[in-house]
């Protein structure tokens, strides 16, 4: 006789909230929005790093990337690519095939 799983019950409605407050409730006051505060951050001034420095971390001390020219002979050529639009041939702009139509109406 196989193995059958005790059926389970589902979790009633709320079961797993009874450790959730409604929002504001423990705060005696809150502030939304006030005057910007501007914080220097760890970045350095203007002026004070060296701009070649992600140049000669990419070209020079990385010995372990080498890019070449594309070498398989199965690559399809880059001119036989699809021009855009190439196959929006059976589209139609919208609406211009509609006579009219109705942006909303009294609600029924």
Do not use: C
Request: glycine fraction near 10%.
């Amino acid at each position: 006789m196989p193995y059958r799983r005790p059926k389970e019950e589902n979790p009633s409605p709320g079961q797993y909230d009874k450790h959730l407050k409604k929002f504001g409730e423990d705060t005696k006051s809150f502030t939304i929005g006030k005057k910007y505060d501007w914080k220097p951050d760890e970045n350095p001034p203007v002026g004070g790093y060296d701009l070649d420095s992600g140049y000669k971390a990419t070209h020079f001390n990385n010995k372990s990337v080498i890019i070449k020219e594309a070498s398989s002979p199965y690559r399809r050529p880059k001119e036989q690519n699809p021009d855009p639009g190439q196959y929006d041939g059976h589209l139609d702009k919208f609406g211009s095939k509609t006579k009219s139509f109705t942006i909303g109406k009294k609600y029924e």
